[in-house]
């Protein structure tokens, strides 16, 4: 403090220049003009720091933070700021705020005069004033390390602030202040504020919330208890003094515990994948009743590994896309995961098309709980009752049938198989590939967001699609055929993959857990479909003109009589055992060969042997073909027929470490028989095996 018993002359000399500077500040302010953004402007710079996904109707559905530095949210206007929380800023901040023109000079002189007198220094800053300082970072209070503006400053304040009255109305300067002002720690804005301390809008402030913002504005980092000492001091100006109980007990409970929380979460992990920019609101192809549905279903089957997507059949585009029941955890639905069964629908889709088989066909099982009582005894299934129970060895069978034309197919759905008919899907790819099976063949890739040129690619022909989708319909407990397709992968009891349709959406389910789960994500699934279909059931497809129903009965009566959709011109009325079928003898399907012989006999060889093959048939290898065909009697010698018409194949190989995938292919080039098996082997470099000429047995 200045004592002017210390400096006696000098008190009159600087009470006269405070008041010249005074005067030159009232004369020079009135003329101010200072380059001022449009208000405009200023509210479309105010970028929030968060990203909003938007459902197609534009509801939100989840919300990321992009920008770090600062927590800002949406701009809101005047309108929608709650009347107490006005009246606590401009009784605390401004109260003659609509009666000046930026400066209350009156209040600068008090501050003024104070200041020259007293070292606790006394601020006279008008909102207009202080917003300016937020508009102009050389106005910014704290600037090159002072802890207060600079006289310069202050006065250039002054200057900005007159001509910021001169362009905005007051009712801008007002609303921007409040969207623009720092609050607490990173909070800007009374939008970031309202929420993070009170998890409310601006709209819905009362006023002890109103109280505890207001005083914020002069000490943003206060400590709590300081905070509800200024907003009952405030409730007592504003004579509301009932109000100060309540706002010091938010202030001692909310201001350090800032709720921080995304608003919206109801699908966080395709807003991780999908908002990048801070402020972006971007829309969706999502529909929100399809992901409150999806979601409710995932977190119902009580375990953490969960995740669900659902596609609208008609436009392809995804309605829900759940990566989890919880935002923590990863995104289940976008891991790739192996298929196993669920790409057979398409392998005796291409075989159908191509005629090689129909969904009478009768397919070989071998009896896993039998001992054949001669090695040629077989469990003969129709191709429909394969298809429908997923059985592995006549998969195997039509998955060598459509070859590479299955792998070609799924191409063009972006999807690579591996050997083996083998392929790793995310949910959303596993969707899409049943909703070309819903679309009569036709694929269209899924889409996220609307807009965008995607062309429609066939997969199968209209008719052996139905054939097929015909076979995958789910039945009831009675055996009645449901309105909707469903086919169910647990590869290893613990985890359980599921994909289907109806006639309007397709659905993708995975969840991981105990082992009951496989029943409840059944649940779980037909779940999202009734709730999908709660206004309009599901509806059968019709049949299209180029299939027929048959009566098709089985000699011997392996399965009972029906009707049976073939393709227009395949259909037959009775369907016999094959007779006599092409069969690799050895190697053994799924047999370890032990070839370490080949340490000290590098002459050693394995024997592929086939019976009963015909004229012209050959061998392939991992994809190669190798060896001579062989040829009936009466050729050059090299085969002979048997009494049942065949000749039997037999050809050395050097053997090579590693799982090998041997074919058994026909004088066309139709797969007849295929084993896998596994050398046990030196490991060292094997140039090309040698091969022996086919032996006469």
Same mark, same amino acid.
Request: proline share 7%; net charge neutral; hydrophobic share 45%.
């Given at each position: 403090?200045?004592?002017?018993?210390?400096?006696?002359?000098?008190?009159?000399?600087?009470?006269?220049?405070?008041?010249?500077?005074?005067?030159?500040?009232?004369?020079?302010?009135?003329?101010?003009?200072?380059?001022?953004?449009?208000?405009?402007?200023?509210?479309?710079?105010?970028?929030?720091?968060?990203?909003?996904?938007?459902?197609?109707?534009?509801?939100?559905?989840?919300?990321?933070?992009?920008?770090?530095?600062?927590?800002?949210?949406?701009? #809101?206007?005047?309108?929608?700021?709650?009347?107490?929380?006005?009246?606590?800023?401009?009784?605390?901040?401004?109260?003659?705020?609509?009666?000046?023109?930026?400066?209350?000079?009156?209040?600068?002189?008090?501050?003024?005069?104070?200041?020259?007198?007293?070292?606790?220094?006394?601020?006279?800053?008008?909102?207009?004033?202080?917003?300016?300082?937020?508009?102009?970072?050389?106005?910014?209070?704290?600037?090159?390390?002072?802890?207060?503006?600079?006289?310069?400053?202050?006065?250039?304040?002054?200057?900005?602030?007159?001509?910021?009255?001169?362009?905005?109305?007051?009712?801008?300067?007002?609303?921007?202040?409040?969207?623009?002002?720092?609050?607490?720690?990173?909070?800007?804005?009374?939008?970031?504020?309202?929420?993070?301390?009170?998890?409310?809008?601006?709209?819905?402030?009362?006023?002890?919330?109103?109280?505890?913002?207001?005083?914020?504005?002069?000490?943003?980092?206060?400590?709590?208890?300081?905070?509800?000492?200024?907003?009952?001091?405030?409730?007592?100006?504003?004579?509301?003094?009932?109000?100060?109980?309540?706002?010091?007990?938010?202030?001692?409970?909310?201001?350090?515990?800032?709720?921080?929380?995304?608003?919206?979460?109801?699908?966080?992990?395709?807003?991780?994948?999908?908002?990048?920019?801070?402020?972006? /609101?971007?829309?969706?192809?999502?529909?929100?009743?399809?992901?409150?549905? !999806?979601?409710?279903?995932?977190?119902?089957?009580?375990?953490?590994?969960?995740?669900?997507?659902?596609?609208?059949?008609?436009?392809?585009?995804?309605?829900?896309?759940?990566?989890?029941?919880?935002?923590?955890?990863?995104?289940?639905?976008?891991? +790739?995961?192996?298929?196993?069964? +669920?790409? +057979?629908?398409?392998?005796?889709?291409?075989?159908?098309? /191509?005629?090689?088989?129909?969904?009478?066909?009768?397919?070989?099982?071998?009896?896993?709980?039998?001992?054949?009582?001669?090695?040629?005894?077989?469990?003969?299934?129709?191709?429909?009752?394969?298809?429908?129970?997923?059985?592995?060895?006549?998969?195997?069978?039509?998955?060598?049938?459509?070859?590479?034309?299955?792998?070609? /197919?799924?191409?063009?759905?972006?999807?690579?198989?591996?050997?083996?008919?083998?392929?790793?899907?995310?949910?959303?790819?596993?969707?899409?590939?049943?909703?070309?099976?819903?679309?009569?063949?036709?694929?269209?890739?899924?889409?996220?967001?609307?807009?965008?040129?995607?062309? @429609?690619?066939? +997969?199968?022909?209209?008719?052996?699609?139905?054939? #097929?989708?015909?076979?995958?319909?789910?039945?009831?407990?009675?055996?009645?055929?449901?309105?909707?397709?469903?086919?169910?992968?647990?590869?290893?009891?613990?985890?359980?993959?599921?994909?289907?349709?109806?006639?309007?959406?397709?659905?993708?389910?995975?969840?991981?857990?105990?082992?009951?789960?496989?029943?409840?994500?059944?649940?779980?699934? !037909?779940?999202?479909?009734?709730?999908?279909?709660?206004?309009?059931?599901?509806?059968?497809?019709? @049949?299209?003109?180029?299939?027929?129903?048959?009566?098709?009965?089985?000699? @011997? &009566?392996?399965?009972?009589?029906?009707?049976?959709?073939?393709?227009?011109?395949?259909?037959?009325?009775?369907?016999?055992?094959?007779?006599?079928?092409?069969?690799?003898?050895?190697?053994?399907?799924?047999?370890?060969?032990?070839?370490?012989?080949?340490?000290?006999?590098?002459?050693?060889?394995?024997?592929?042997?086939?019976?009963?093959?015909?004229?012209?048939?050959?061998?392939?290898?991992?994809?190669?073909?190798?060896?001579?065909?062989?040829? !009936?009697?009466?050729?050059?010698?090299?085969?002979?027929?048997?009494?049942?018409?065949?000749?039997?194949?037999?050809?050395?190989?050097?053997?090579?470490?590693?799982?090998?995938?041997?074919?058994?292919?026909?004088?066309?080039?139709?797969?007849?028989?295929?084993?896998?098996?596994?050398?046990?082997? &030196?490991?060292?470099?094997?140039?090309?095996?040698?091969?022996?000429?086919?032996?006469?047995?």
């Amino acid at each position: 403090m200045f004592h002017s018993h210390v400096f006696p002359a000098f008190s009159p000399l600087l009470r006269q220049i405070a008041l010249v500077l005074l005067g030159a500040g009232v004369a020079t302010a009135a003329e101010a003009t200072q380059p001022i953004p449009a208000f405009a402007d200023v509210k479309s710079g105010a970028t929030p720091s968060v990203a909003v996904l938007l459902a197609r109707d534009g509801t939100p559905l989840a919300e990321r933070r992009i920008n770090t530095h600062v927590r800002r949210l949406e701009w #809101v206007p005047l309108a929608n700021l709650s009347a107490p929380l006005k009246e606590a800023m401009l009784v605390a901040e401004d109260k003659r705020f609509f009666e000046h023109s930026g400066v209350d000079w009156r209040a600068f002189a008090g501050s003024l005069w104070h200041n020259l007198w007293y070292d606790r220094k006394r601020g006279a800053s008008t909102l207009s004033m202080q917003l300016a300082g937020l508009l102009d970072p050389e106005l910014a209070l704290g600037r090159d390390g002072a802890p207060r503006r600079s006289i310069g400053q202050k006065w250039d304040q002054a200057l900005a602030a007159q001509a910021l009255e001169a362009r905005w109305t007051k009712e801008q300067i007002l609303e921007a202040y409040l969207n623009l002002a720092p609050f607490r720690g990173d909070l800007q804005g009374v939008h970031a504020a309202a929420r993070a301390l009170f998890g409310k809008t601006p709209a819905e402030l009362g006023r002890p919330e109103a109280l505890i913002l207001a005083v914020l504005l002069r000490g943003p980092n206060a400590k709590p208890e300081m905070v509800g000492r200024r907003a009952c001091l405030l409730a007592e100006r504003l004579n509301a003094p009932s109000a100060c109980g309540p706002a010091q007990r938010l202030a001692d409970n909310n201001l350090d515990r800032q709720q921080t929380a995304p608003r919206w979460e109801l699908a966080p992990h395709l807003a991780r994948q999908l908002l990048q920019h801070a402020g972006e /609101r971007l829309v969706t192809t999502l529909d929100a009743d399809a992901q409150r549905l !999806a979601l409710a279903a995932v977190r119902r089957l009580g375990s953490g590994d969960a995740a669900a997507v659902v596609i609208d059949n008609a436009t392809g585009d995804v309605l829900a896309y759940v990566g989890a029941p919880d935002a923590g955890q990863p995104d289940h639905a976008g891991i +790739l995961r192996g298929a196993g069964p +669920l790409l +057979l629908p398409f392998a005796y889709g291409v075989a159908l098309e /191509r005629r090689q088989l129909t969904a009478a066909t009768l397919l070989d099982e071998s009896l896993a709980n039998h001992a054949p009582t001669h090695p040629d005894e077989r469990l003969w299934v129709s191709a429909r009752r394969a298809l429908a129970d997923s059985l592995g060895e006549p998969a195997q069978v039509v998955l060598r049938m459509s070859g590479d034309a299955l792998a070609e /197919r799924l191409r063009q759905a972006e999807v690579d198989l591996a050997r083996g008919g083998l392929a790793d899907l995310g949910l959303l790819q596993l969707a899409g590939l049943y909703r070309s099976l819903a679309s009569g063949g036709q694929w269209l890739a899924p889409r996220l967001t609307p807009g965008g040129d995607r062309t @429609p690619r066939r +997969l199968l022909r209209v008719e052996s699609d139905f054939i #097929v989708g015909d076979i995958i319909t789910a039945l009831d407990a009675d055996g009645n055929p449901q309105p909707f397709a469903l086919r169910h992968y647990v590869p290893d009891g613990r985890e359980s993959l599921l994909a289907g349709y109806s006639d309007r959406f397709s659905v993708a389910l995975w969840a991981g857990g105990s082992r009951a789960l496989p029943a409840q994500a059944g649940a779980a699934w !037909a779940e999202i479909l009734r709730g999908l279909h709660r206004n309009q059931p599901a509806q059968r497809p019709l @049949p299209p003109p180029g299939v027929v129903s048959t009566l098709v009965a089985f000699e @011997p &009566p392996v399965e009972s009589a029906r009707r049976e959709w073939f393709i227009r011109g395949t259909e037959v009325d009775r369907v016999a055992l094959p007779r006599n079928p092409p069969r690799i003898a050895q190697p053994g399907n799924g047999m370890l060969v032990d070839a370490m012989a080949l340490v000290e006999d590098d002459s050693f060889r394995v024997h592929f042997e086939a019976t009963r093959v015909p004229a012209g048939a050959g061998w392939r290898l991992d994809g190669e073909r190798f060896g001579t065909p062989a040829v !009936a009697a009466g050729g050059n010698g090299n085969g002979m027929v048997g009494g049942n018409g065949g000749t039997t194949l037999r050809t050395a190989w050097r053997p090579v470490a590693g799982r090998h995938v041997l074919e058994l292919l026909g004088p066309d080039g139709q797969v007849l028989d295929s084993v896998t098996f596994a050398v046990r082997a &030196p490991l060292e470099p094997v140039s090309k095996p040698a091969e022996d000429e086919p032996g006469q047995q």
